[in-house]
C-alpha cells in the first residue's frame, strides 16, 4: 500500500445515484502481497506481532477500494461486523479503532447514510423503469396511425383487386363466347378489344395484388413492433409495482450522503496511513 493514491470509492458507488461523475480509482494489487515489505519494523512491531489484525486491516482497506465489493454494502457491513476487536485494539492506534468505529456505523442497517442511500437507489431504479416505460409508450404510439392507415388501405386495395378480378372474368367469359361464333362471323375488332381489356385488368390485378402483400407485409412487422412495445410497457409496470414510492427529499439525502462520503474517506484514510507507516 506505500504510495497508494487511489481515491476512497463513494459509500454509493456502483449506485449512479448522486454522482455527478464517475470516480476513477488504481486497481489494487493484493493487499496481502503488497503490504508485505511494509509491516513496520523494530521498535514498531506491533502489527507484525498480530498479523491478524493486519491482514484484517488491509482486507477492509482492499475491499473498500475494490471496484467489485465497493457498492457491496452488505458485504462490507458483515467484514466490519467480522473484525477481531480484541486484536486490533491490542496492535493499533485509537484512531484505527475509531475509524472502523465509524465505518461499522455508516454501514450498518438502519443508519442515515444507509437509508439515505436505500431510498436513492430506490429512486434511480424508478426513474430507470419510468424512462423505459415512457420509451415503451412512444413506441407503441408511434405504430398506431401507420397500423390503421395500412389497414385501411389493405382493405381499399382488396376492394379494387376484386373488382379488377370481376373485369378479368367477364372479359375472359366474353373472349370465350367470341371464340365459340363461327369464325367468318367473328368480330375481329371486338376481340382484339377484348384482348387488350384483357391485358389491362390482369395488369392492374397484379399490380394491386403486389401492392396487396408489400401493405400486408409492412402490418405485420407493425404489429410484431406494437406487441413487443406493449410486453415492454407491462414489464416495466409490474417493475414498478415491486419498487416502493419515495417521498421527495432528494437534497436531504444527497447532503446525507456527501457527509457519508466524507466520513468514508476520512476513515479509509487513517486506515491507510496506519497500514504504511510505523505503529
Do not use: W
Amino acid at each position: 500500500m506505500a504510495g497508494t493514491k487511489a481515491a476512497p470509492p463513494s459509500l454509493s458507488s456502483g449506485q449512479n445515484a448522486h454522482h455527478h461523475g464517475a470516480r476513477s480509482r488504481q486497481s489494487q494489487e493484493p493487499m496481502a502481497a503488497a503490504t508485505q515489505d511494509h509491516l513496520p519494523s523494530s521498535p514498531a512491531a506491533a502489527a507484525a506481532d498480530q498479523p491478524q489484525a493486519a491482514a484484517y486491516i488491509r482486507l477492509v482497506i482492499e475491499q473498500l477500494l475494490s471496484r467489485d465489493t465497493a457498492s457491496d454494502t452488505g458485504r462490507i457491513r458483515l467484514l466490519l461486523r467480522r473484525r477481531p476487536r480484541g486484536v486490533v485494539a491490542a496492535s493499533f492506534p485509537a484512531a484505527v479503532t475509531a475509524a472502523l468505529d465509524d465505518l461499522e456505523a455508516l454501514y450498518s442497517k438502519g443508519s442515515a447514510p444507509m437509508a439515505a442511500l436505500a431510498r436513492d437507489a430506490a429512486r434511480s431504479r424508478r426513474a430507470g423503469h419510468e424512462e423505459r416505460l415512457r420509451r415503451a409508450a412512444s413506441q407503441r404510439l408511434a405504430v398506431e396511425g401507420p397500423i390503421r392507415d395500412l389497414a385501411a388501405g389493405i382493405d381499399a386495395a382488396g376492394k379494387r383487386l376484386g373488382e379488377e378480378e370481376a373485369v378479368v372474368r367477364r372479359t375472359q367469359r366474353r373472349l370465350l363466347l367470341l371464340s365459340g361464333a363461327v369464325a367468318e362471323e367473328a368480330d375481329v375488332g371486338a376481340v382484339v378489344s377484348l384482348v387488350e381489356r384483357l391485358a389491362r385488368a390482369q395488369g392492374a390485378e397484379a399490380a394491386l395484388a403486389v401492392a396487396m402483400e408489400a401493405m400486408k407485409a409492412r402490418h405485420r412487422r407493425l404489429l410484431l413492433q406494437r406487441e413487443a412495445a406493449e410486453v415492454a410497457e407491462l414489464t416495466e409496470i409490474s417493475a414498478l409495482e415491486d419498487i416502493p414510492q419515495v417521498a421527495r427529499g432528494r437534497k436531504e439525502d444527497d447532503q446525507l450522503l456527501r457527509e457519508a462520503d466524507d466520513r468514508l474517506r476520512a476513515d479509509l484514510t487513517v486506515l491507510i496511513e496506519c497500514s504504511v507507516e510505523p505503529l
